[in-house]
DNA sequence: GTCTATACCCCGATAGAC
DNA sequence: GTCTATCGGGGTATAGAC
Protein backbone atom coordinates (compact mmCIF):
# COMPACT_ATOMS: atom_id res chain seq x y z
CA UNK A 1 0.00 0.00 0.00
CA UNK A 2 2.61 2.48 0.72
CA UNK A 3 4.90 1.26 -2.38
CA UNK A 4 7.27 4.23 -3.00
CA UNK A 5 6.18 6.48 -5.05
CA UNK A 6 7.78 7.87 -8.42
CA UNK A 7 10.07 10.47 -7.61
CA UNK A 8 8.65 13.92 -9.69
CA UNK A 9 11.49 14.23 -12.27
CA UNK A 10 13.80 16.96 -12.21
CA UNK A 11 11.90 19.26 -14.95
CA UNK A 12 13.51 23.29 -15.63
CA UNK A 13 10.19 24.79 -16.98
CA UNK A 14 8.24 23.71 -14.17
CA UNK A 15 8.09 20.18 -11.52
CA UNK A 16 4.77 18.53 -13.59
CA UNK A 17 2.21 18.17 -10.27
CA UNK A 18 1.08 14.67 -9.36
CA UNK A 19 -2.39 14.07 -9.53
CA UNK A 20 -3.98 14.48 -5.66
CA UNK A 21 -1.60 17.60 -5.83
CA UNK A 22 -3.05 18.85 -8.56
CA UNK A 23 -6.45 17.93 -7.25
CA UNK A 24 -5.58 19.80 -3.94
CA UNK A 25 -4.78 22.75 -5.40
CA UNK A 26 -7.87 22.92 -7.63
CA UNK A 27 -9.70 22.80 -5.09
CA UNK A 28 -8.30 25.21 -3.17
CA UNK A 29 -8.45 27.51 -6.09
CA UNK A 30 -12.30 26.93 -6.84
CA UNK A 31 -13.49 26.72 -3.01
CA UNK A 32 -11.80 30.05 -2.54
CA UNK A 33 -13.49 31.94 -5.47
CA UNK A 34 -17.11 29.73 -5.23
CA UNK A 35 -17.26 28.18 -1.34
CA UNK A 36 -17.42 25.09 -0.40
CA UNK A 37 -20.98 24.40 -1.39
CA UNK A 38 -20.90 26.07 -4.27
CA UNK A 39 -17.90 24.00 -6.01
CA UNK A 40 -18.78 20.67 -7.28
CA UNK A 41 -16.42 17.47 -7.08
CA UNK A 42 -17.07 16.75 -11.17
CA UNK A 43 -15.74 20.17 -11.82
CA UNK A 44 -12.62 19.82 -9.56
CA UNK A 45 -11.95 16.56 -11.00
CA UNK A 46 -12.74 18.89 -14.84
CA UNK A 47 -10.64 21.57 -14.12
CA UNK A 48 -7.87 19.11 -12.51
CA UNK A 49 -7.78 16.83 -15.61
CA UNK A 50 -8.34 14.06 -13.47
CA UNK A 51 -11.25 11.53 -13.81
CA UNK A 52 -13.75 11.22 -10.59
CA UNK A 53 -12.87 7.64 -10.23
CA UNK A 54 -8.89 9.00 -9.18
CA UNK A 55 -10.36 12.06 -7.12
CA UNK A 56 -12.09 9.14 -4.70
CA UNK A 57 -9.28 7.33 -4.99
CA UNK A 58 -7.22 9.86 -3.21
CA UNK A 59 -10.06 11.05 -1.20
CA UNK A 60 -12.34 8.41 -0.10
CA UNK A 61 -13.39 10.80 2.17
CA UNK A 62 -15.38 12.67 -0.88
CA UNK A 63 -16.11 16.60 -0.66
CA UNK A 64 -15.52 17.08 2.83
CA UNK A 65 -12.24 15.69 2.71
CA UNK A 66 -11.53 17.73 -0.90
CA UNK A 67 -12.32 20.89 2.16
CA UNK A 68 -10.10 19.64 4.41
CA UNK A 69 -7.68 19.06 2.43
CA UNK A 70 -8.27 22.51 0.65
CA UNK A 71 -8.05 24.43 4.28
CA UNK A 72 -4.30 23.09 4.85
CA UNK A 73 -3.11 23.86 1.58
CA UNK A 74 -4.36 27.61 2.34
CA UNK A 75 -3.51 27.25 5.48
CA UNK A 76 0.90 26.75 4.46
CA UNK A 77 0.94 29.24 1.85
CA UNK A 78 -0.26 31.55 3.86
CA UNK A 79 1.37 30.64 6.33
CA UNK A 80 4.64 31.09 4.17
CA UNK A 81 4.10 34.48 3.07
CA UNK A 82 3.61 35.34 6.65
CA UNK A 83 6.77 33.90 7.63
CA UNK A 84 8.85 35.44 4.78
CA UNK A 85 7.15 38.93 5.62
CA UNK A 86 7.69 38.71 9.09
CA UNK A 87 11.85 37.60 8.69
CA UNK A 88 12.28 39.83 5.93
CA UNK A 89 11.58 43.11 7.86
CA UNK A 90 12.95 43.75 11.80
CA UNK A 91 10.11 44.97 12.59
CA UNK A 92 7.01 43.23 12.97
CA UNK A 93 4.93 46.62 12.40
CA UNK A 94 6.55 47.34 9.33
CA UNK A 95 6.11 43.58 8.48
CA UNK A 96 2.11 43.61 8.82
CA UNK A 97 2.12 46.91 6.95
CA UNK A 98 3.63 45.49 4.21
CA UNK A 99 1.80 42.52 3.83
CA UNK A 100 -1.43 44.47 3.92
CA UNK A 101 0.08 46.35 0.49
CA UNK A 102 0.94 42.90 -0.76
CA UNK A 103 -2.58 41.44 -0.04
CA UNK A 104 -4.40 43.93 -1.48
CA UNK A 105 -2.38 43.98 -4.59
CA UNK A 106 -3.16 40.56 -5.02
CA UNK A 107 -6.92 40.88 -4.49
CA UNK A 108 -6.69 44.08 -7.15
CA UNK A 109 -4.79 41.63 -9.68
CA UNK A 110 -7.72 38.91 -9.34
CA UNK A 111 -10.32 41.36 -9.74
CA UNK A 112 -11.44 41.04 -5.98
CA UNK A 113 -12.32 37.30 -6.50
CA UNK A 114 -9.32 35.42 -4.48
CA UNK A 115 -9.97 36.36 -0.86
CA UNK A 116 -8.67 34.14 1.77
CA UNK A 117 -9.33 30.93 0.59
CA UNK A 118 -9.33 29.39 4.57
CA UNK A 119 -12.77 31.86 5.16
CA UNK A 120 -14.05 31.00 1.85
CA UNK A 121 -14.33 27.21 2.54
CA UNK A 122 -15.34 27.37 5.80
CA UNK A 123 -17.93 29.72 5.58
CA UNK A 124 -21.48 28.08 5.38
CA UNK A 125 -19.70 24.59 6.89
CA UNK A 126 -20.45 25.56 10.12
CA UNK A 127 -23.18 23.05 11.52
CA UNK A 128 -21.69 19.95 9.07
CA UNK A 129 -18.22 19.10 8.29
CA UNK A 130 -16.62 19.65 11.70
CA UNK A 131 -13.22 18.58 10.11
CA UNK A 132 -12.94 21.56 7.36
CA UNK A 133 -14.06 23.99 11.05
CA UNK A 134 -11.24 22.44 12.68
CA UNK A 135 -8.68 22.50 10.07
CA UNK A 136 -9.70 26.21 9.88
CA UNK A 137 -9.42 26.83 13.31
CA UNK A 138 -5.69 25.30 12.97
CA UNK A 139 -4.91 27.57 10.60
CA UNK A 140 -5.63 30.79 12.33
CA UNK A 141 -4.07 29.81 15.20
CA UNK A 142 -0.93 28.49 13.28
CA UNK A 143 -1.29 32.13 12.04
CA UNK A 144 -1.49 33.62 15.17
CA UNK A 145 1.74 31.78 16.83
CA UNK A 146 4.09 33.08 13.62
CA UNK A 147 2.56 36.73 14.71
CA UNK A 148 3.54 36.27 18.42
CA UNK A 149 6.66 34.64 17.96
CA UNK A 150 7.78 37.43 15.82
CA UNK A 151 6.22 40.25 18.33
CA UNK A 152 8.63 38.23 21.20
CA UNK A 153 11.35 38.23 19.22
CA UNK A 154 10.96 41.80 18.77
CA UNK A 155 10.56 41.93 22.67
CA UNK A 156 7.08 42.29 23.48
CA UNK A 157 6.14 40.55 26.31
CA UNK A 158 4.47 36.89 26.26
CA UNK A 159 1.15 38.79 27.00
CA UNK A 160 1.14 41.29 24.40
CA UNK A 161 2.27 39.27 22.21
CA UNK A 162 -0.50 36.94 22.30
CA UNK A 163 -2.94 38.98 22.79
CA UNK A 164 -1.78 41.28 19.55
CA UNK A 165 -1.51 38.36 17.31
CA UNK A 166 -5.33 37.58 17.91
CA UNK A 167 -6.06 41.10 16.76
CA UNK A 168 -3.78 41.11 13.90
CA UNK A 169 -4.96 38.02 12.13
CA UNK A 170 -8.67 39.22 12.70
CA UNK A 171 -8.33 42.36 11.47
CA UNK A 172 -6.33 40.93 8.56
CA UNK A 173 -9.10 38.86 7.80
CA UNK A 174 -12.16 41.10 8.46
CA UNK A 175 -9.84 43.91 5.99
CA UNK A 176 -9.86 41.37 3.29
CA UNK A 177 -12.89 40.48 3.03
CA UNK A 178 -14.25 44.19 3.40
CA UNK A 179 -11.83 45.10 0.67
CA UNK A 180 -12.83 42.23 -1.96
CA UNK A 181 -16.42 43.34 -0.90
CA UNK A 182 -15.77 47.29 -1.71
CA UNK A 183 -13.77 46.18 -4.32
CA UNK A 184 -10.94 48.80 -3.01
CA UNK A 185 -7.64 48.21 -1.13
CA UNK A 186 -8.58 51.35 1.21
CA UNK A 187 -9.76 48.88 3.94
CA UNK A 188 -6.73 46.84 4.10
CA UNK A 189 -4.37 50.02 3.62
CA UNK A 190 -6.38 52.16 6.40
CA UNK A 191 -6.21 48.60 8.83
CA UNK A 192 -2.36 48.28 8.61
CA UNK A 193 -1.76 51.61 9.63
CA UNK A 194 -3.96 51.09 12.71
CA UNK A 195 -2.24 47.90 13.32
CA UNK A 196 1.26 48.93 13.23
CA UNK A 197 0.59 51.85 15.44
CA UNK A 198 -1.36 49.58 17.89
CA UNK A 199 1.60 47.39 17.91
CA UNK A 200 3.75 50.31 18.27
CA UNK A 201 1.43 51.33 21.44
CA UNK A 202 3.03 49.17 22.96
CA UNK A 203 6.54 49.24 22.99
CA UNK B 1 -50.59 46.50 -9.02
CA UNK B 2 -50.09 48.84 -5.93
CA UNK B 3 -53.51 48.00 -4.08
CA UNK B 4 -52.90 48.94 -0.54
CA UNK B 5 -52.12 45.75 1.21
CA UNK B 6 -54.03 44.44 4.63
CA UNK B 7 -52.52 46.43 7.77
CA UNK B 8 -51.36 44.06 10.05
CA UNK B 9 -54.07 43.83 12.92
CA UNK B 10 -53.09 44.65 16.29
CA UNK B 11 -51.64 41.52 18.42
CA UNK B 12 -50.08 41.17 21.92
CA UNK B 13 -48.95 38.28 21.52
CA UNK B 14 -46.78 38.92 18.23
CA UNK B 15 -47.63 40.19 15.01
CA UNK B 16 -48.51 37.88 12.50
CA UNK B 17 -45.97 38.77 9.75
CA UNK B 18 -46.69 38.85 6.18
CA UNK B 19 -45.66 36.25 3.79
CA UNK B 20 -43.02 38.05 2.55
CA UNK B 21 -41.36 39.27 4.91
CA UNK B 22 -41.76 35.36 6.37
CA UNK B 23 -39.75 34.63 3.68
CA UNK B 24 -36.94 37.30 4.07
CA UNK B 25 -36.44 36.41 7.55
CA UNK B 26 -35.83 32.55 6.87
CA UNK B 27 -33.83 33.55 3.82
CA UNK B 28 -31.73 35.53 6.11
CA UNK B 29 -31.48 33.42 9.15
CA UNK B 30 -30.91 30.09 6.57
CA UNK B 31 -28.05 31.85 4.89
CA UNK B 32 -26.59 33.28 7.92
CA UNK B 33 -26.08 29.09 8.35
CA UNK B 34 -25.12 27.57 5.13
CA UNK B 35 -24.75 30.18 3.09
CA UNK B 36 -25.66 31.42 -0.19
CA UNK B 37 -25.33 28.49 -2.06
CA UNK B 38 -26.25 25.81 0.89
CA UNK B 39 -29.64 27.38 0.93
CA UNK B 40 -32.32 26.04 -1.00
CA UNK B 41 -35.75 27.74 -2.68
CA UNK B 42 -36.95 24.81 -1.82
CA UNK B 43 -35.84 24.68 1.76
CA UNK B 44 -36.48 28.50 1.93
CA UNK B 45 -40.06 27.55 1.47
CA UNK B 46 -40.97 25.13 3.42
CA UNK B 47 -39.14 26.87 6.44
CA UNK B 48 -41.02 29.83 5.92
CA UNK B 49 -44.62 28.13 5.45
CA UNK B 50 -45.46 29.48 1.97
CA UNK B 51 -45.27 27.80 -0.96
CA UNK B 52 -42.92 27.70 -4.47
CA UNK B 53 -45.14 29.81 -5.68
CA UNK B 54 -45.75 32.22 -3.58
CA UNK B 55 -41.68 32.59 -3.17
CA UNK B 56 -41.27 33.17 -6.82
CA UNK B 57 -44.47 35.60 -6.49
CA UNK B 58 -42.62 38.20 -4.49
CA UNK B 59 -38.96 37.53 -5.44
CA UNK B 60 -39.23 37.04 -9.32
CA UNK B 61 -35.85 37.19 -9.90
CA UNK B 62 -35.29 33.81 -7.86
CA UNK B 63 -32.79 32.99 -5.50
CA UNK B 64 -30.59 36.09 -6.51
CA UNK B 65 -33.29 38.16 -5.62
CA UNK B 66 -34.07 36.16 -2.11
CA UNK B 67 -29.78 36.68 -1.54
CA UNK B 68 -29.79 40.64 -1.65
CA UNK B 69 -33.30 40.63 0.45
CA UNK B 70 -31.02 38.68 2.96
CA UNK B 71 -28.50 40.71 3.12
CA UNK B 72 -30.23 44.19 3.11
CA UNK B 73 -32.39 42.19 6.07
CA UNK B 74 -29.20 41.73 8.02
CA UNK B 75 -27.78 45.18 7.45
CA UNK B 76 -30.75 46.68 9.20
CA UNK B 77 -30.73 43.94 11.70
CA UNK B 78 -27.00 45.06 12.91
CA UNK B 79 -27.54 49.08 12.03
CA UNK B 80 -30.24 48.95 14.60
CA UNK B 81 -27.96 47.52 17.24
CA UNK B 82 -24.84 49.30 16.55
CA UNK B 83 -26.84 52.75 16.46
CA UNK B 84 -28.64 51.80 19.57
CA UNK B 85 -25.27 51.06 21.57
CA UNK B 86 -23.49 53.91 20.24
CA UNK B 87 -26.48 56.12 21.95
CA UNK B 88 -26.36 54.13 24.94
CA UNK B 89 -22.98 54.86 25.94
CA UNK B 90 -21.35 58.28 26.21
CA UNK B 91 -17.64 57.62 24.62
CA UNK B 92 -17.37 55.24 20.85
CA UNK B 93 -14.83 53.26 22.68
CA UNK B 94 -16.57 51.77 25.18
CA UNK B 95 -19.90 51.03 22.81
CA UNK B 96 -17.42 49.58 21.12
CA UNK B 97 -16.10 47.37 23.64
CA UNK B 98 -19.60 46.61 25.09
CA UNK B 99 -20.74 45.27 21.62
CA UNK B 100 -17.88 42.74 21.30
CA UNK B 101 -19.47 41.08 24.48
CA UNK B 102 -22.95 41.16 23.22
CA UNK B 103 -21.70 39.76 19.65
CA UNK B 104 -19.82 36.75 21.57
CA UNK B 105 -22.88 36.17 23.66
CA UNK B 106 -24.72 35.65 20.91
CA UNK B 107 -22.64 33.45 18.96
CA UNK B 108 -22.06 31.33 21.71
CA UNK B 109 -26.14 31.12 22.72
CA UNK B 110 -26.29 30.13 18.96
CA UNK B 111 -23.57 27.28 19.63
CA UNK B 112 -21.35 29.14 17.25
CA UNK B 113 -23.90 28.83 14.05
CA UNK B 114 -24.64 31.91 13.44
CA UNK B 115 -21.92 34.59 12.57
CA UNK B 116 -22.64 37.34 10.31
CA UNK B 117 -24.91 37.31 8.29
CA UNK B 118 -23.88 39.28 5.52
CA UNK B 119 -20.55 37.68 5.29
CA UNK B 120 -21.88 34.39 5.21
CA UNK B 121 -24.05 34.98 2.57
CA UNK B 122 -21.96 37.37 0.12
CA UNK B 123 -19.18 35.02 0.50
CA UNK B 124 -18.77 32.54 -2.41
CA UNK B 125 -21.01 34.93 -4.68
CA UNK B 126 -17.87 36.63 -5.92
CA UNK B 127 -18.28 36.29 -9.44
CA UNK B 128 -21.96 36.42 -10.33
CA UNK B 129 -24.85 38.19 -7.89
CA UNK B 130 -23.16 41.38 -8.26
CA UNK B 131 -26.75 42.48 -6.73
CA UNK B 132 -26.03 41.01 -3.52
CA UNK B 133 -22.18 42.01 -3.57
CA UNK B 134 -23.32 45.38 -3.89
CA UNK B 135 -25.75 45.11 -1.29
CA UNK B 136 -23.20 43.71 1.31
CA UNK B 137 -20.97 46.76 0.44
CA UNK B 138 -24.12 49.28 1.02
CA UNK B 139 -24.47 47.53 4.33
CA UNK B 140 -20.53 47.77 5.00
CA UNK B 141 -20.67 50.98 4.17
CA UNK B 142 -23.81 51.95 6.26
CA UNK B 143 -22.03 50.51 9.40
CA UNK B 144 -19.06 52.13 8.72
CA UNK B 145 -20.60 55.55 8.71
CA UNK B 146 -22.71 55.16 12.18
CA UNK B 147 -19.40 54.69 13.77
CA UNK B 148 -17.88 57.52 11.78
CA UNK B 149 -20.82 59.82 12.99
CA UNK B 150 -20.37 58.82 16.58
CA UNK B 151 -16.62 59.06 16.96
CA UNK B 152 -17.30 62.67 15.42
CA UNK B 153 -20.29 63.69 17.68
CA UNK B 154 -17.61 62.65 20.38
CA UNK B 155 -14.94 65.12 19.10
CA UNK B 156 -12.51 63.15 17.04
CA UNK B 157 -11.30 64.85 13.77
CA UNK B 158 -12.82 64.25 10.25
CA UNK B 159 -10.35 62.12 8.93
CA UNK B 160 -9.53 59.87 11.92
CA UNK B 161 -13.29 59.42 12.48
CA UNK B 162 -13.78 57.99 9.02
CA UNK B 163 -10.20 55.88 9.10
CA UNK B 164 -10.95 54.81 12.41
CA UNK B 165 -14.55 53.49 11.17
CA UNK B 166 -13.13 51.26 8.61
CA UNK B 167 -10.54 49.88 10.99
CA UNK B 168 -13.45 49.16 13.43
CA UNK B 169 -16.17 47.10 11.06
CA UNK B 170 -13.38 45.50 9.68
CA UNK B 171 -11.68 43.89 13.03
CA UNK B 172 -15.12 42.81 14.01
CA UNK B 173 -16.09 41.21 11.03
CA UNK B 174 -12.80 39.13 11.35
CA UNK B 175 -13.10 39.16 14.92
CA UNK B 176 -16.92 37.16 14.67
CA UNK B 177 -15.31 34.89 11.78
CA UNK B 178 -12.44 33.78 14.21
CA UNK B 179 -14.25 33.10 17.29
CA UNK B 180 -16.91 31.72 15.31
CA UNK B 181 -14.17 28.61 14.03
CA UNK B 182 -12.35 28.69 17.47
CA UNK B 183 -15.42 28.20 19.02
CA UNK B 184 -14.66 30.88 21.89
CA UNK B 185 -15.24 34.25 22.81
CA UNK B 186 -11.77 35.06 23.54
CA UNK B 187 -11.07 36.63 19.79
CA UNK B 188 -13.74 39.27 20.08
CA UNK B 189 -12.77 40.18 23.89
CA UNK B 190 -9.34 40.80 22.78
CA UNK B 191 -9.98 42.95 19.48
CA UNK B 192 -12.85 44.80 21.60
CA UNK B 193 -9.79 46.18 24.34
CA UNK B 194 -7.86 46.84 21.06
CA UNK B 195 -10.20 48.42 19.67
CA UNK B 196 -11.19 50.68 23.02
CA UNK B 197 -7.45 51.44 23.43
CA UNK B 198 -6.34 52.13 19.28
CA UNK B 199 -9.41 54.87 19.69
CA UNK B 200 -8.30 56.54 22.95
CA UNK B 201 -5.12 56.74 21.23
CA UNK B 202 -6.28 59.38 18.84
CA UNK B 203 -8.05 61.71 21.54
C1' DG C 1 -4.25 4.29 -10.41
C1' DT C 2 -7.35 5.42 -14.13
C1' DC C 3 -11.48 5.17 -16.54
C1' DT C 4 -16.72 4.83 -17.80
C1' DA C 5 -21.24 4.24 -16.54
C1' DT C 6 -24.81 4.83 -13.58
C1' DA C 7 -27.79 5.05 -9.25
C1' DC C 8 -30.33 8.18 -6.74
C1' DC C 9 -31.51 12.64 -5.29
C1' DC C 10 -32.25 17.53 -5.09
C1' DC C 11 -31.42 21.89 -7.64
C1' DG C 12 -33.61 26.37 -9.64
C1' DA C 13 -37.25 27.65 -12.27
C1' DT C 14 -41.79 27.59 -14.75
C1' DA C 15 -46.76 26.64 -16.08
C1' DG C 16 -51.21 27.03 -15.26
C1' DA C 17 -55.36 25.81 -12.35
C1' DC C 18 -57.72 27.83 -8.60
C1' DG D 1 -51.76 35.24 -3.89
C1' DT D 2 -51.58 30.32 -3.33
C1' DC D 3 -50.99 25.79 -4.83
C1' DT D 4 -49.35 21.38 -7.40
C1' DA D 5 -46.90 19.23 -10.93
C1' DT D 6 -43.17 19.01 -13.72
C1' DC D 7 -39.00 20.06 -16.66
C1' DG D 8 -34.15 19.70 -17.48
C1' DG D 9 -30.01 19.48 -15.40
C1' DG D 10 -26.49 18.79 -12.06
C1' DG D 11 -25.37 17.21 -7.37
C1' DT D 12 -22.53 13.29 -4.56
C1' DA D 13 -21.13 8.92 -4.56
C1' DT D 14 -20.33 3.98 -6.07
C1' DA D 15 -19.31 -0.23 -9.06
C1' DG D 16 -16.43 -2.65 -11.54
C1' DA D 17 -13.56 -3.23 -15.95
C1' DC D 18 -8.95 -2.30 -17.30
Chains 1, 2 share one sequence.
Do not use: N
Request: aromatic letters at 6%; hydrophobic letters at 40%; proline letters at 4%.
Amino acid sequence: MKTKQQEPRQDPEATPLGTRERIVRTTSRLMQRQGYQGTGVKQIAREAEATLGSVYHFFPGGKQELGTAAVRHGDEEFADILEKMLAAEDSPATAILVLTKVLGEGLRDSDWLDGCPVTSTVVGTAGDSPGIQEAAAEAFARWRALVADALRRAGFGERDAAELAYTVISALEGAEMAAQVARSTEPLEVVGRHLARLIESYR
